[in-house]
């Protein structure tokens, strides 16, 4: 289903740049990625975020993108070149879908460059991977990352209760989903 590709396209947005990671960007990824605020809300991101942790993850990602597995994206500023975040689509091929994810520093929150990239990616998802569905959760008390998942007209599909354990206790989770013939490019 999805496009023949080995190399990663990089996406532009209005005020972002979406682009592979490189090792370059391990010290800033580390630096974004190790603060309390991230990992309290992201599911995939641990606290304390060790040295080398960076580097591991960002050395998946060009592999994963060629077997089909994931496209992960660095989230950077356009005018000013700073990476601020990530963005990524795990690809499950065999069934058409994606599962979208992101996280932003915590400098960079409310200024609206989640919901940006996050729109990005779904036209990615569906235009250039020709996935049929792509979906996202987040805990129930992230309230922030909910609207985001909203404004990009995703349809709310359940809420998932204490469905994961994080950080020493349960939580729910809350899934949304968007599918091709429901998307328009231009919400």
């Not at 396209?9 to 605020?37: G, K």
Request: net charge negative; hydrophobic share 40%.
């Amino acid at each position: 289903m999805m496009v023949t590709m080995n190399r990663q396209p990089e996406i532009t947005t209005e005020r972002l740049i979406l682009r592979p990671f490189t090792l370059s960007d391990t010290p800033l990824v580390q630096q974004l990625a190790a603060d309390e605020a991230i990992a309290s809300t992201a599911l995939n991101i641990p606290h304390p975020f060790e040295d080398g942790m960076a580097e591991e993850w960002i050395s998946t990602h060009q592999p994963d993108y060629e077997a089909r597995k994931a496209a992960n994206f660095a989230i950077v500023l356009g005018d000013e070149r700073i990476l601020i975040g990530a963005a990524g689509l795990s690809i499950s091929s065999s069934d058409s879908r994606a599962e979208l994810g992101y996280w932003i520093g915590k400098t960079y929150w409310g200024y609206g460059y989640a919901s940006e990239a996050a729109q990005a990616l779904i036209h990615f998802g569906f235009e250039v991977l020709s996935v049929n569905r792509i979906y996202a959760t987040c805990l129930k008390r992230n309230i922030a990352s909910a609207r985001v998942l909203q404004k990009l007209g995703m349809a709310h599909e359940g809420s998932l209760r204490q469905h994961v354990y994080h950080r020493g206790q349960f939580e729910d989770l809350e899934e949304y989903g968007l599918l091709k013939q429901d998307f328009t490019s231009n919400p």
